[in-house]
Each structure stands twice: as structure tokens, then as C-alpha cells.
């Protein structure tokens, strides 16, 4: 026994039991990156033992697997709700080894029971062709969070920790990881804590020192720098370091006790005393060697403590006999013997260290939130609608009705509903939130501020990122949501949509995963009215990214009017397992349909306009198609202009709401049957279609159908800048003007017959630009055009 042994709070007999859990989860991770047979060493190794193909990563290993057991102890002491986020998501046979040492893995997988088969199967499955990835993906049992694109974990914490009074989350970031610009700003979301309401994170900053090839920028600074910086963001840091297992497992150990005694005393403070300003919560600095207790050497060379025991470290154990035997050395070093019994189940002991039930974070169901999920209490929308008399008649600002109703959710659900946007909510017209709630915020609060304070249930931070991992964790441990923001810098978050769309893809296959609530996204300040901002906001490509990902997961919604945008929110509210993105102006503009005509539009995704059109029941000549607010204006203007000038010609105007009704129901759940696009479409009449994104999505989505050849569609192709909102449509082509143009161009016959309208056209166009040169505004023709009310909707 060394003096550090006594030193600390474990007793001799709590340090050897401690270390023993973590040898058996080291040992299984080793097994898990190079063994096929001979789970347990019952013979000697050879070569034909060893797996084709040596893939995982076990330098971070050794770390988390250290941590989860120290967390584990906290739970059965403490009686703690608690999971466990991996930052390092690539140390993922770590987290399937610690699953299957508390048997939860076994509970989720019996084919991988807690024996020597299982073991075999748990070991031979790994990185394996039919077996499961590398990472903490969505199959690891505990897993919110699959951390193989780095950034994301503290954010997912935190959002976890929202509304959940009683949980604690251990988030372990890796020095790798940390050096993230999402990280980096994740060090923030301790303002927006409230320990009065919400849980508790306590993040582990883990130093091994190295990433792939390079240093890690925090391990190599003074440590009184890392300690600064840690206390400037708000936290009172726990600093662990050495090599010796035995020492830091005591000071490991002494720092969580810290740790979770300041945790327990802030939130008996707030809630004892209802104070939610802002505390100085604990964290954790734990500097440990990388790839710890695995090969010092490998051919001379060192590894571990090095970059070099960031994946595999030894590479050739199948043709290299030395390698092997290190191999085998390396794995008996473990004591197997000593863990494992004759069955190959852990000893009965090391059974006993781990938490039972719920309580084992392997088992927590907050890291399967859709065992926990309630549906939102809902408003009826209805009550909110805008009273429709006339078509297009009255003026309403679409985001600023839904803001309305969004409030009285709000209000309904004080437990399980936020609203997330980066300074954006009010901008967006969301701003009735304001009048039943406030901007979460716990820090130093002054005169003359508005809507800030520890209980807010808006969550407003000016990070993309920030808003949609708070929003992601929040929903994976069974909550629900909205993330507002301008549609141009959506953008920001593509590749954390890309990872949230795979996991929802992923646990769509999984039995024991539950659907959690959908991943709501609401874009105002749109493309198409960026009247002050200009072109650097103007990009409507956000939902060609989601477009992209598996028909099963998304959905996107271009909601024309009022009405049918509170429809369509419902809808998505209630939805389960998707990404919904719903794109809408919050700039005045017409309401189109009746509340009712609202509901039924957007349940059929897709309709003809009949008080629009003028084919009366006939085969049209030409059919006006739109999707989006803006178009949909513009293509009611351009049937007006062609019933004034050609009357005789037979229009029918299609509205579309659900983007994915136009692919074929072969290649979504969404799409139209072949035989109702062409009635819709027609087989063979040209279609003129005024888009609010990039107008090549139109045809992709739409290649397949019998009329392809006969589309042409209008939609943004760059062109932008400061200016008013018709010359914005003119710069693109998407103007009214252009619609009937193009009408004239593609109806055959009409070409030579309507040659005095096409030029009326193109002087129209020019008019129009003359006049916002000369006035700095548009042309009232255009502004204050409406329905001429010849059909009511």
C-alpha cells in the first residue's frame, strides 16, 4: 500500500475493488479492437486469433472508462439520476465494455450475454463487418451522444439538464475536442442554468495530451492559464493529474466528492431559497497519460503518453510475432483471471460495485428519452386564425400569428417545451413569448433589460451551435422544441443536422430505442425579404442540405399564409422522429385561405387552387405552380395579369405546402402516387413553378414524374443585395412579370398572338426597376396589388 492510498478517501479495500472495475473495462476494450477467439486467454494467443482488420481508437479509453467507474461510485453513494456524455465519442469499445460490465448491454443484446460466448460475440462484433461502429453511436446502450464529429458533447449535456431538476451529467471533453469553436462557446451554457429547475452538468476536462498526430493545445499551456480560463467562464476547477493508478484514483475520487458536495449545496441554496442567479459551479481538470496502462514501446518506440496511442497500437500483432506476444503480455497484464469467472461473467464483486436498475447510466432512460416523452399539451390553432373573407385579405405577418399561439404552448407546457433561436425570436416576430416568459439568463442582470431571468424559456444565445445541441439534448432525453432562426445562417449548423438526421436514421432500426420528439425548425427572415441585410443573407440552400438526408427522417414544409403555417406548426409539434423544417415570412403579407381550406391544404401536402384558376374543370393550358410565401404571391399576380390580357387561356394554379409531395411515393413516404401528379400536373401541359429555394431541386425532386420535360422553374440563383422586396424577385426572375413571360414562351400558339403582352412584359419589368432607382421603393402597381376578388377562397 502506498502513502497515497491512505491518503484519500477510499478505504484499502474501496481502491483495490475501484481499480479492478476499470482493469475489467480496459480488458474488454483491448478485446473488443484486436480479438475474434479466445475471449478470456484460456489458451495461448495466436495469430489467427486476431481480427483481418484492426480498427477503434484506444488512446481515450483508458480515461473514460477510469471516469465512468469514479461516476459510478458517486451513484450508488449518492443515489444520483445520472448519464454519462463522451465528448471523445471515439472511445467507443470503452463505453460498450463499461454497458456490458453492468449488464445492461446483455438486457439490450441477449446474444451478447455476460459469459465467455457473449464475450466472444462482444469482442468478434466490434468494428466488424455486421457488428457495430467504432464510436458511442446510437447502438451503445446509454448513449446520447455518438461524439465522432467533435464539438457537440457539453452542449448535449446542458440541453439534457434543462427542466431535469434531478439529473446530473458527467460530460467528459476531450483536450482534442476542446479546441472546437462549438466547444469553446459551450463554456457559456452555465449562464443559462438555472440550478433552481434544472439539473446539474459536471464536465471533465480530460488532458491526455495529444489528438491524432499533434499536442493539444490546453495540456500544453501553464496550467495557472487553463485554470484562469476555466474560472473566467464561471466554473471552480478540480485539477487531477499523474501516472500512478493508485494516486489518482484517490484524488479522482476526493475531487467528485468536491465536486458533487458544491453541486448538492448550490441547488439546496436556489431551491431552498428560489435564487437562480448565477453560482460557480465545479469541474473537473483530469490530466492522465494517453492510451494509459496500454504498450510503453512498441519496436522501440514510445506510445504510451504519446499520439501514437490514439488508435491502434500495435498494428501488425497478426504477422508480427513480437508484436503478438506484447499483445498478450499487454492483456494478461490485466489479471483476467482475477475478473472474470469460470463462466466468463464479471467475479461478483466487481457485479456489486456497479449501479442496479435505472440507476446504472448504461440503463438511464434520459439516454433513451422517448421512454420518457409526453405529448405537448397543444392549443387548439384554430383559435388563432386570421379571418379570411376575401383571398388575400387581411395583411397578417405569418410568424407574428404563430408567435400567439407558440406562446400559449408555452404556457401549457412549463416542463417540456423551449424555444431556442440566437437572438433572433423577437426579429422573427416570435416576440409574444416575451409576454408569458422570459430569456433564460442567471448572469448579472441590469436597468433596462428585457425578458431575462433565471426561469426564461426562451434560450437565446448568438451560436447557431449552441441552439441546436442545447435543442438536441433536450430532445433526446424525451423533451420537445423549436429552433428559430434566419434562414441564411441556418447554415451554420449543417453538419450537426447531418449527425442528428443519422442518429434518428439509426435508431429508427433499433427495437429498444423509443421515437423522441422531432427536431422543429422554424427560418424566417427568408431569402426573399432581406430588405435591409442584403446579400449576405440571402441564401435560401438549407433545405437542399436536409434534402439530402433519408427520406424516412425529413420533412419540409413552405407554409403560404397564416393559416396554414399555424396548421402545419401543429403538425409538426405532434410529429415524432423527424426533421421538420418550416420556412416562413415574417414580413406582412396576404392571407390566402380560410382556416378550414388552411387544414385540409396542408393535409393534402398539395392542391389546386380552384378560386385561383380559370381552367374550370377543363384540361388547363398552362399550370402555375408555387411553393413559398413569396412565390405564391408572385404566381397569383401572374395568373391575375394572364386573365386580364388572355382570358381565353385556361390557368390552374397549384399550391404546394409539403416540398416531399412532389418526389414519387417510391422515393418518400410523403410522395405523390404517379397517377395523382399527373392529374394535379398534368402529362403533357407546361408547368411554370415559382420556387423559394434553388430552382434545381424542383427538377431533382421531380425527375422521374411523366412531365418533367414540360417544367420550368423560377427560384433564387444568386442574384441578391440591398433592395426592395419586388426588385428582389425581378433580380431572380421570379417576378410576375418573368411568370407571364414565361407563359407566353412555353404555351404553344401563344408566342406570335401574345408578342404585345410579352412586350408589355419586359417594359413592366423595366418600369418597375426605373421606379425603386429613382423612389427607393416599389412601385405601387406592384405593392399595393391584391386579389382582384373575382373568387373567394
Not at 284 to 303: N, Q
Not at 520 to 548: A, E, K, T
Not at 726 to 732: A, E, G, K
Request: aromatic share 8%; charged share 25%; net charge negative.
Amino acid at each position: 500500500m502506498t502513502e497515497a492510498a491512505v491518503q484519500g478517501p477510499l478505504t484499502e479495500d474501496e481502491l483495490r475493488r475501484l481499480d479492478a472495475y476499470w482493469r475489467a473495462a480496459n480488458y474488454l476494450t483491448v478485446g473488443q479492437i484486436y480479438l475474434m477467439e479466445n475471449p478470456l486467454l484460456r489458451e495461448p494467443l495466436r495469430a489467427e486469433q486476431i481480427k483481418p482488420r484492426l480498427l477503434g481508437h484506444w488512446g481515450t479509453s483508458p480515461g473514460l472508462s477510469l471516469i465512468y467507474a469514479h461516476a459510478n461510485r458517486q451513484i450508488v453513494n449518492r443515489d444520483l439520476d445520472a448519464i454519462y456524455v463522451t465528448g471523445p465519442g471515439h472511445g467507443g469499445p470503452a463505453l460498450v465494455a463499461n454497458a456490458w460490465l453492468e449488464g445492461t448491454y446483455s438486457e439490450r443484446y441477449p446474444s451478447v450475454s455476460r459469459d465467455e460466448a457473449g464475450m466472444a460475440r462482444l469482442f468478434r462484433q466490434f468494428s466488424f463487418p455486421g457488428g457495430i461502429p467504432s464510436h458511442v453511436a446510437p447502438e451503445v446502450p446509454g448513449s446520447i451522444h455518438e461524439g465522432g464529429e467533435l464539438g457537440y458533447s457539453l452542449m448535449h449535456a446542458y440541453g439534457a439538464a434543462f427542466d431535469n431538476p434531478d439529473l446530473v451529467v458527467f460530460c467528459v471533453v476531450g483536450d482534442g475536442e476542446a479546441e472546437t469553436g462549438p466547444l469553446a462557446a459551450s463554456w457559456l451554457s452555465n449562464v443559462f442554468l438555472n440550478p433552481a429547475r434544472d439539473g446539474a452538468v459536471l464536465p471533465i476536462l480530460h488532458l491526455n495530451g495529444w489528438k491524432i498526430a499533434n499536442p493539444t493545445v490546453l495540456d500544453r499551456i501553464p496550467e495557472s492559464d487553463l485554470v484562469s480560463m476555466m474560472r473566467g467562464f464561471g466554473y471552480e476547477p478540480h485539477v487531477v493529474a499523474g501516472d500512478d493508478p493508485v494516486r489518482v484514483h484517490q484524488l479522482l475520487a476526493a475531487a467528485m466528492d468536491r465536486a458533487l458536495d458544491e453541486i448538492q449545496a448550490i441547488q439546496a441554496h436556489a431551491r431552498g431559497t428560489g435564487d437562480g442567479d448565477r453560482p460557480r459551479w465545479p469541474m473537473i481538470v483530469l490530466r492522465t497519460p494517453k492510451g494509459w496502462t496500454g504498450p510503453r514501446e512498441v519496436d522501440g518506440i514510445a506510445v504510451e503518453g504519446t499520439f501514437r496511442a490514439h488508435q491502434v497500437p500495435l498494428a501488425g500483432t497478426r504477422e508480427n510475432p513480437e508484436h503478438l506476444a506484447q499483445l498478450e503480455r499487454w492483456l494478461r497484464g490485466y489479471r483476467p483471471e482475477e475478473l472474470f469467472d469460470a463462466t466468463g461473467a464479471p467475479v461478483a464483486e466487481l457485479r456489486a460495485l456497479a449501479p442496479t436498475g435505472t440507476r446504472r447510466m448504461s440503463a438511464n432512460p434520459h439516454a433513451n428519452g422517448g421512454e420518457l416523452l409526453r405529448d405537448l399539451v397543444l392549443p387548439d390553432f384554430r383559435e388563432y386564425a386570421v379571418p379570411v373573407t376575401t383571398a388575400g385579405q387581411p395583411v397578417s405577418e405569418a410568424a407574428r400569428v404563430l408567435g400567439t399561439w407558440v406562446r400559449d404552448v408555452i404556457t401549457a407546457n412549463p416542463d417540456r417545451f423551449r424555444l431556442f433561436g440566437p437572438d433572433e425570436v423577437a426579429s422573427n416576430r416570435l416576440g409574444a413569448a416575451f409576454e408569458v416568459t422570459d430569456r433564460a439568463f442567471t448572469a448579472a442582470r441590469h436597468a433596462g433589460d428585457e425578458h431575462l431571468s433565471p426561469d426564461g424559456r426562451v434560450m437565446e444565445v448568438l451560436s447557431e451551435h449552441l441552439c441546436q445541441g442545447w435543442l438536441e439534448g433536450y430532445l433526446l432525453t424525451g423533451r420537445h422544441g423549436i429552433f428559430t432562426s434566419y434562414e441564411a445562417f441556418i447554415h451554420v449548423v449543417d453538419s450537426m443536422v447531418n449527425q442528428h438526421a443519422k442518429w434518428l436514421k439509426v435508431t429508427r432500426d433499433i427495437p429498444w430505442r423509443r421515437p423522441v420528439a422531432s427536431l422543429n425548425y422554424l427560418l424566417s427572415s427568408h431569402v426573399w425579404r432581406q430588405d435591409h441585410n442584403g446579400f449576405s443573407h440571402q441564401d435560401p440552400g438549407f433545405i437542399d442540405h436536409v434534402v439530402n438526408k433519408k427520406a424516412e427522417v425529413v420533412r419540409v414544409y413552405l407554409p403560404p399564409d397564416a393559416n396554414t403555417l399555424l396548421s402545419t406548426m401543429d403538425h409538426c409539434l405532434r410529429s415524432r422522429h423527424y426533421i421538420n423544417v418550416v420556412i416562413a415570412g415574417k414580413q406582412p403579407g396576404p392571407s390566402w385561405l380560410t382556416m378550414e381550406q388552411a387544414v385540409l391544404h396542408c393535409q393534402r401536402g398539395v392542391g389546386i387552387w380552384d378560386w385561383a384558376s380559370s381552367d374550370e374543370g377543363a384540361e388547363p393550358d398552362v399550370v402555375l405552380g408555387c411553393a413559398g410565401d413569396v412565390p405564391t404571391l408572385e404566381t397569383l399576380a401572374a395568373a391575375d395579369l394572364l386573365r386580364q390580357h388572355l382570358p381565353e387561356l385556361k390557368v390552374r394554379v397549384v399550391n404546394v405546402v409539403d416540398l416531399m409531395r412532389l418526389q414519387p411515393e417510391s422515393e418518400h413516404p410523403h410522395g405523390l402516387p404517379d397517377s395523382e401528379f399527373d392529374t394535379i400536373f398534368t402529362r403533357d401541359k407546361p408547368i411554370v413553378f415559382a420556387y423559394h429555394g434553388y430552382p434545381w431541386l424542383i427538377h431533382r425532386l421531380t425527375y422521374r414524374r411523366n412531365n418533367h420535360g414540360n417544367l420550368h422553374v423560377r427560384g433564387y440563383k444568386e442574384e441578391g443585395t440591398t433592395t426592395t422586396p419586388f426588385d428582389m424577385v425581378m433580380l431572380n426572375d421570379l417576378d410576375r412579370f418573368h411568370l407571364v413571360i414565361d407563359v407566353v414562351d412555353r404555351v404553344p400558339g401563344l408566342g406570335a398572338r401574345a408578342a404585345h403582352l410579352r412586350q408589355a412584359m419586359v417594359d413592366a419589368r423595366q418600369q418597375c426597376r426605373d421606379h425603386t432607382r429613382r423612389y427607393g421603393e416599389d412601385d405601387p402597381r406592384v405593392a399595393e396589388w391584391t386579389w382582384p376578388g373575382r373568387g373567394k377562397p
